[in-house]
């Protein structure tokens, strides 16, 4: 049974700084591209960040562009998100979620993710 777990989310004032952990067990890791999704109160889930298989190809949306880096330890089973410069915008719950591909472009769709994380609290305060 595949499970993603995140964690480090909290409390943070306008301008820190996170870095968000997501855990895999139960899929070969190295065979799934990985994503970063957050969803504010009253707004859809959106994609915030994402890294091929591999590590070696990374997309983001303009939101987090030169704010936040995704990255990837396969040894570790593990996906990461660093956020820098926060806003309170950027307040939201954040998911990590994984889809088995080797092959590009990163997916950015939510629904062709196939495996999903409980998720983790950012909040922002100003």
């Known amino acids: 049974q595949a499970q993603l777990v995140e964690s480090g989310g909290g409390l943070v004032q306008a301008g820190g700084s996170l870095r968000l952990s997501c855990a895999a067990s139960?899929?070969?890791?190295?065979?799934?591209?990985m994503g970063w999704f957050r969803q504010a109160p009253g707004k859809e889930r959106e994609m915030v960040a994402a890294i091929s298989w591999s590590g070696t190809t990374t997309y983001s949306t303009d939101s987090a562009k030169d704010r936040f880096t995704i990255s990837r330890d396969n040894a570790k089973e593990t996906l990461y998100l660093q956020m820098n410069s926060l806003k309170p915008e950027d307040t939201a719950v954040y998911y990590c979620?994984?889809?088995?591909?080797?092959?590009?472009?990163?997916?950015?769709?939510?629904?062709?993710?196939?495996?999903w994380g409980q998720g983790t609290q950012v909040t922002v305060s100003s």
């Open positions: 139960g899929l070969t890791f190295n065979l799934y591209t």
């Open positions: 979620a994984a889809y088995l591909a080797k092959r590009l472009p990163i997916a950015t769709d939510p629904g062709r993710y196939d495996y």
